[in-house]
């Protein structure tokens, strides 16, 4: 892999974990399922206008944006906005790794090896380090959530690694169509149209050009920006030293979150942190040794490989 990739790869880890803080400041406005519904709706129509169709079957588009996009961010964006801290929810979220191993165990049959299960044993126990650390309901909550959102991540990666598209961007930003309408209906439904309307009336405020910054940097340099140099990453080069850079995504997420927002981590977070990389870095280095899987296959392939 040569440097040039090497930098493009941790400037990417750096996009995902800095989007974290995006989206905090970005929940300080919207309420977190119509927000959710906005980021989707801003990629969706340039997407219908001008993007091909990615060759994939139906079920599998609307399966991908049901957990990647609804299930993922409506739990995520209701975790933080309950008090998650971006840092913290940059790691937490990391779970969908093992999850990902656990469903396509379950559902598509793939053996899960004694490596890979000693792996997820590991963040299973870092996320209880984290817990304990967070014990009380007011604190737990918002992990509880988080970890929801990544287990909806987990089943977005099967369903993306089962459409098998020819252009993993085009099928990310396909993928945008599907939660915007769900997301306003259910916002509208949860938060209320008078909470709607409010976030919408003032969005054009002094006061919310943060949140709105926020916004366009999730769906600019986040989404379209990360993902696509992410994938190009992966088309040239062997996914096994593409994929361990998503690990730099908490430090990335942590640090941000402590320079622009102070929010410092205790070291309850720190150590459960770490244990939480150590496991999943041992079942996805599990899952690529596997076996030798054709490249339009391989798991750390997919789009999927995102963050927020």
Known sequence: MPPRDRLLAALVAVLWGVNFVAIHLSLEHYPPFFLVGLRFLVLAIPTVLFVKWPGVKLRWLLGYGLGFGILQFAFLYAGMQAGMPPGLASLVLQASA??????AALWLRERLTVIQGVGIAI??????VIAAERAGVSALLPVILTLCGAL????GNVCSRQANPDSPLRLTLWMSVVPPIPMIALSLLVEGPDVVWRSLSTAFTPEALPANLGLAYTVVLGTIVGSGIWTTLMKRNPSSR????SMLVPV????????LLGDVPTWGDIIGGCIVIAGVAIATVAWRRRARLP???????????TAG
């Open 98 to 103: 093992p999850f990902t191993v656990v469903i």
């Open 123 to 128: 963040a299973c126990g870092g996320l209880g």
């Open 152 to 155: 909806g991540w987990a089943f």
């Open 242 to 245: 593409v994929a361990p850079f």
């Open 252 to 259: 990335a997420g942590f640090t941000s979150a402590w320079i």
């Open 295 to 305: 490249r339009d296959l391989d798991p750390e392939e997919s789009p999927t490989a």
